[in-house]
């Protein structure tokens, strides 16, 4: 009999912490008003609640704005960072088409 191990798993709290914090928003203030300056507005006790892993995102384009988000300030660096951050989500991966609107 074989003994599969299992990989832990990361949650989307977990990730969306780690990824800020990656990205320099060393608060969870800063990185909305970052979201905010880009006309992305949403209370502050949403992204603790994402933190938390009270509350998952939803909304597949608000993440793609968020993932662009910490594109921009080195947060993720890599597709597989990105498609992480979405599976964690319950949200699967990139299409071809996103992958072409994510900043480089």
Same mark, same amino acid.
């Given at each position: 009999m074989n003994a599969q191990t299992q990989q832990p798993v990361i949650s989307f709290g977990q990730l969306f912490k780690f990824f800020r914090i990656q990205a320099g928003f060393t608060t &969870?203030?800063?990185? +909305? =008003?970052?979201?905010?300056d880009k006309n992305i507005?949403?209370?502050e006790s949403l992204y603790y609640h994402w933190q938390g892993n009270n509350k998952v995102p939803t909304?597949?384009?608000l993440l793609l704005?968020? &993932? +662009?988000?910490? &594109? =921009?300030?080195s947060g993720l660096t890599t597709v597989d960072q990105a498609n992480m951050l979405l599976e964690s989500a319950g949200k699967g991966y990139l299409t071809k088409s996103e992958l072409t609107q994510l900043p480089q």
């Open positions: &969870i203030s800063q990185f +909305a =008003d970052t979201l905010a507005i949403y209370c909304n597949r384009k704005q968020v &993932i +662009a988000m910490l &594109i =921009d300030h």
